[in-house]
């Protein structure tokens, strides 16, 4: 079949992509930087903002998977143009063309649009897929790690001194991203009309997710070592916000809207939202994917 995908050069996406590509579909992938030729691949030069690329991405496709979006922005305005706006260029675009199946990309942030700015712009998206006449479905991630993330490695840095930082108390969910791409191309491929319409929670299988004393101990299986997390008081992540937007202004990696998020003490997926076990079931347990990102940064502290 033949996907259009936003996002395809990103963390989930790239995965996403490979195996698009191995299973033998052709993918439309929109782009911001010249990429290199890749059989499979015709890549769409543009961004979410212009209209005739996306004309482009989608034209002739079997269905949009659209990936792309922002996770980290210096304000509401910016969460806004590039979850909310972006999703709606995107739909915008499959109406002109006639293209009818779209899978979003989503995440559990849109169950709290009144906690954040990025969870209100995540639930915004939503809003405009489900608003879109489509046929649609929704994809709501967890934490996702894995192969090119670059937020984990920081976590195995500090794991790797014996120590986790963590917000005060909660639970978390985690998906390998393996199993998130096996997810989002199962949903591509689907002709069942039940999907149509669904919002799905997906997750590695974890009945009820992982405090996070549980998840520094699975990072210290994943490393060989004991590892105690170090929970963080709200204020403190507070002021390491300050000072990040200090040193690194709109650049800064954490800011106050994203404390807000991590301090929110219930990231768990809900078991009874899972795509139903004929479609997809996760096949990397927490413990075995940890062990693999644990690898991979003994081998390449440096690199994602």
């Known amino acids: 079949m033949k996907i259009a995908m936003t996002g395809a050069t990103g963390f989930v996406g790239a995965e996403t992509l490979r195996q698009a590509l191995d299973v033998?579909?052709?993918?439309?992938?929109?782009?911001?930087?010249?990429?290199?030729?890749?059989?499979?691949?015709?890549?769409a030069p543009g961004a979410l903002d212009?209209?005739?690329?996306?004309?482009t991405l989608v034209a002739g496709a079997d269905v949009v998977l659209h990936i792309a979006g922002v996770v980290n922005a210096p304000s509401r305005a910016a969460f806004e143009a590039g979850n909310g706006t972006g999703t709606a260029n995107v739909i915008a675009a499959m109406q002109r063309a006639g293209v009818r199946r779209l899978v979003h990309v989503s995440s559990l942030a849109a169950r709290e649009p009144e906690l954040a700015d990025y969870c209100w712009s995540k639930a915004l998206a939503e809003e405009h897929v489900q608003a879109s006449g489509l046929d649609w479905t929704i994809v709501r991630p967890p934490a996702v790690y894995g192969q090119g993330d670059t937020e984990f490695r920081e976590l195995f840095r500090a794991a790797s001194k014996g120590v986790l930082p963590v917000p005060p108390q909660g639970r978390a969910s985690l998906i390998q991203v393996t199993d998130l791409a096996r997810a989002l191309l199962a949903l591509c491929e689907t002709a069942d009309p039940a999907h149509i319409g669904a919002t799905y929670e997906v997750d590695d299988g974890t009945?009820?997710?992982?405090?996070?004393?549980?998840?520094?101990?699975?990072?210290?299986?994943?490393?060989?070592?004991?590892?105690?997390?170090?929970?963080?008081?709200?204020?403190?992540?507070m002021s390491f916000a300050a000072l990040d937007g200090l040193a690194r202004g709109p650049a800064a990696k954490l800011t106050p809207d994203r404390v807000r998020y991590m301090c929110h003490t219930d990231w768990v997926a809900d078991p009874a939202k899972r795509p139903p076990a004929a479609l997809w079931a996760p096949q990397i347990s927490t413990d075995a994917g940890l062990r693999m990102a644990a690898a991979r940064y003994r081998t390449q502290p440096r690199s994602s």
């Open 24 to 43: 033998g579909h052709r993918v439309t992938a929109l782009t911001r930087r010249p990429q290199p030729p890749r059989d499979g691949v015709t890549w």
């Open 50 to 55: 212009d209209a005739a690329a996306l004309d």
């Open 207 to 237: 009945p009820g997710g992982l405090s996070h004393a549980e998840l520094a101990a699975a990072f210290g299986r994943a490393m060989d070592r004991r590892v105690r997390p170090i929970p963080l008081p709200r204020w403190v992540l």
